[in-house]
């Protein structure tokens, strides 16, 4: 019986996200509601131009429009820059949390696809940009 609990607590969830969603939608479509919400959801593996069809009740065209239009960037190029933005945020932090934490943290739900993206973004793998930004400290200290 626990999947079926599992499944139970997850339509739930699902539930609750959607009608969070619709709420923050009901704010308006101005490309300023479009960025916040990206900006507040970032991080959810879920959040796709997709999805935010469906919360804002916009054509694609209209949210690549408004979104392009608000940060110079495409859907998928805002949200990727936010995500790995983040990551090398948390890559930098004293707490040392695995790459695989960080990857899930930031919105990404393969480890394999976040290294790639991040390393298209940044030039260095996630370890590698971790290492060099840690011996950037240490010689700075001596």
Known sequence: MPTSSCAARKHADRLR??????????RGNSPEAIVSYIKEHF???????????AVFSMSRSALFKA??????????DYLGALRIECARSLLLDPR????????GAVGYGDQHYFSKAFKRHTGLSPLAYRQAHEQKGTNRKH
Not at 43 to 53: N, Q, T, V
Not at 69 to 75: K, Q, V
Not at 96 to 103: G, H, N, Q, S, Y
């Open 67 to 76: 979104v392009k239009g608000a940060t110079g960037l495409g859907i998928s």
């Open 17 to 26: 996200a959607f009608s969070a969603e619709r709420s923050i939608a009901a």
């Open 96 to 103: 040392r949390l695995a790459i695989k934490e960080i990857c």
């Open 43 to 53: 991080a959810d593996s879920g959040l796709s131009a997709e999805s935010l069809e």
